[in-house]
């Protein structure tokens, strides 16, 4: 496992900051990947000082300038996975990217309230989101 480091980044001036305001779960898999590619990261725990929830809220990734070169294709697919929405899913055929049904019945729109309604263009199965 990782080490969670405190706030005091001057301690450590060879370290660049690779990733900021993780989740823990995003910290622990984006510092399992670095390690795939031989990066060790030192993952920080600590919230801005006027964060009202307290420190920890938050995880910062850092990592030797020296292994920025080794990191730096691990990091851009992951920030692009972070900033990218999770693409829908059949629940049925598992085709990608069911089309939001636009006027369904109104039966339906009641018994999905609250969701929205999408149909499967492969296999035309309807389920809510
Ligand atoms: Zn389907």
Known sequence: MFFVVDCDLDSYPMLLLAAQYLTYAEAVTLYQQLQAVGVDALVKSCGPPTFPFGEGMYYQLLIEETDTTSAQAVLEAFEQQRTTP??????RCGAPEPAPVSRPAWWKRLFYAGTTLHKCPGCGKEFPR
């Open 86 to 91: 999770t693409i829908l899913h059949c629940p």
